[in-house]
């Protein structure tokens, strides 16, 4: 079946410095990704939809310069994180759609 | 707004019992409705949908049917499974065909032996 990969699996920062995570879909080509966060306990909150080709639309109060989305070909996504700070830990989710939604596994990103 | 609300969890059960996990919707229009799982380690992986009105969706044992006139689509199984242990998420797509997903908070199922 499809398959999404992210990377890295988990993370761990200092406060003040950017990280990237990236999204592949391994064996299909998607025009759209999309970019979850989750919160302990908590449900997935959509953060933004990145398109192939052109800017990413971002959900409302997500920071698009906090969270920078570069879809830079059919097969990958990144998110970075600029400037971290604690209250940016969470666990990131991406997503890309073929028959239905395929998801990658996540990245943990701890801010010290 | 788009909202799902799922029962609170964690869920505990014995091995062959039968689950209930409740998800109720708020939607505008005619959302479709999913129930996805993720397995511990594992990314969420779709379990079953129905995108109309009175559709069950189906699979691995389990059941959901879109209710409309209780905005719900409840997930169950008739005999859980220790290897169904994981977080159960239900989800809308507010449009038909649409690929943006509302989620609820998820509910962790545990089945003990």
């Known amino acids: 079946g499809a398959v999404v990969s992210q990377h890295p699996s988990r993370v761990i920062c200092k406060s003040g410095t950017s990280v990237k995570i990236e999204c592949r879909s391994l064996d299909f080509q998607a025009t759209t990704m999309f970019w979850y966060r989750q919160f302990p306990k908590k449900s997935l909150m959509l953060m933004a939809t990145?398109?192939?080709?052109?800017?990413?639309?971002?959900e409302q109060g997500v920071e698009k310069d906090k969270f920078l989305i570069n879809h830079a070909s059919l097969t990958l996504s990144t998110l970075t994180v600029t400037s971290a700070h604690p209250e940016d830990s969470s666990f990131y989710i991406c997503?890309?759609?073929?028959?239905?939604?395929?998801f990658g596994p996540g990245t943990r990103l701890t801010v010290l | 707004g788009n909202s799902v609300t799922q029962m609170e969890g964690p869920v505990t059960l014995s091995e062959e019992a039968f689950l209930t996990i409740n998800c109720t919707y708020t939607?505008?229009?005619?959302?479709?409705l999913f129930w996805y799982v993720q397995y511990p380690g594992e990314g969420l992986q779709l379990l079953l949908k129905a995108t109309k009105a009175d559709d069950k969706g189906s699979n691995k044992g389990f059941e959901a049917t879109y209710r409309k006139e209780t905005t719900s689509f409840h997930l169950e199984k008739g005999s859980v499974q220790v290897s169904d242990s994981a977080v159960y998420f239900c989800a809308l797509s507010p449009l038909q065909g649409a690929q943006k997903l509302v989620f609820g908070q998820g509910t962790r199922l545990t089945i003990n032996p």
């Open positions: 990145s398109n192939e080709g052109s800017k990413a639309t971002y």
């Open positions: 997503s890309a759609p073929r028959d239905t939604q395929y």
């Open positions: 939607a505008t229009g005619y959302p479709s």
